[in-house]
């Protein structure tokens, strides 16, 4: 048995190694103990099960998809999330530039409702010395699925939302623990932000990661008051708190 490999190598000698592929195909799973978009739980405080699997191209171009577990309250009794994606990076002069389109898609809604929308989004990062840094912005320009016309604040059967946000991130010397600033500030009456005109969040996150797992643990909060913005069961789902979650890639 062990004979037979060395002589079919003697026989037959290798040729010249393929060119690598083009293509790179990534993907991984989360579980986290509550899943935040731009400050606000999605799964009312409770934990959430997420993955996700792309596709780049040695070109900058990429497509891919990342879904998560909801709770029922986000798009009238959906109960999961599945973003679809497409873009293209690009780095000049030092700055990496990212561009795309996101499809917001949440299945199993309640017959005859309209959840689903489209966000163009566009961010840019740079590295100066050990501090990474990035700016970005995703606008959905006016759809049915943001409408929240149940609030009087915010009438019309369609409207639009813009999310703006900057982050720092840095690695602590020789503890293998990087962190990670952020702040968002959502603008415009819509469904995303309940019907108030706009609101701000915050984040510091700890991540470490130990061959293809990630753990992590993020101090979350915004400046929606109480009462402000309630799940069907009266959770503040803006409310500060603390999320831990752990990742694996693969």
């Known amino acids: 048995m062990i004979a037979a490999p060395a002589f079919a190598q003697d026989a037959a000698p290798a040729g010249p190694a393929a060119p690598p592929s083009a293509f790179t195909v990534t993907g991984g799973a989360t579980l986290i103990s509550d899943y935040r978009f731009r400050g606000l739980s999605q799964t009312n405080t409770h934990a959430a099960i997420q993955g996700t699997i792309?596709?780049?191209?040695?070109?900058?171009?990429?497509?891919?998809?990342?879904?998560?577990?909801?709770d029922d309250y986000i798009a009238a009794g959906s109960d999961q999330e599945i973003?679809?994606?497409?873009?293209?990076?690009?780095?000049?002069?030092?700055?990496?530039?990212?561009?795309?389109?996101?499809?917001?898609?949440y299945s199993g809604?309640?017959?005859?409702?309209?959840?689903?929308?489209?966000?163009?989004?566009?961010?840019?990062?740079?590295?100066?010395?050990?501090?990474?840094?990035?700016?970005?912005?995703?606008?959905?320009?006016?759809?049915?699925?943001?409408?929240?016309?149940?609030?009087?604040?915010?009438?019309?059967?369609?409207?639009d939302n813009l999310y703006t946000y900057g982050e720092l991130s840095g690695a602590i010397p020789h503890t293998g623990v990087t962190i990670t600033g952020h702040i968002g500030e959502t603008w415009g009456r819509s469904y995303l932000t309940n019907g108030l005109k706009d609101y701000t969040d915050w984040s510091l996150t700890a991540a470490y990661t130990w061959k293809s797992l990630t753990f992590s643990v993020a101090y979350v909060d915004t400046d929606v008051k109480q009462g402000e913005i309630v799940s069907p069961s009266g959770r503040n789902i803006g409310k500060a708190g603390v999320v831990g979650g752990v990742g694996i890639a693969f």
């Open 54 to 70: 792309g596709v780049s191209h040695s070109s900058g171009l990429y497509i891919g998809t990342w879904g998560s577990s909801i």
């Open 83 to 105: 973003d679809l994606y497409g873009g293209y990076k690009k780095t000049v002069a030092g700055w990496a530039f990212d561009g795309g389109m996101l499809y917001y898609f």
């Open 109 to 159: 809604n309640a017959k005859g409702t309209t959840t689903d929308f489209f966000e163009p989004y566009l961010n840019a990062s740079h590295t100066f010395g050990p501090v990474g840094v990035k700016v970005g912005l995703n606008y959905s320009w006016k759809q049915h699925a943001l409408r929240c016309d149940y609030d009087p604040r915010c009438p019309g059967a369609r409207q």
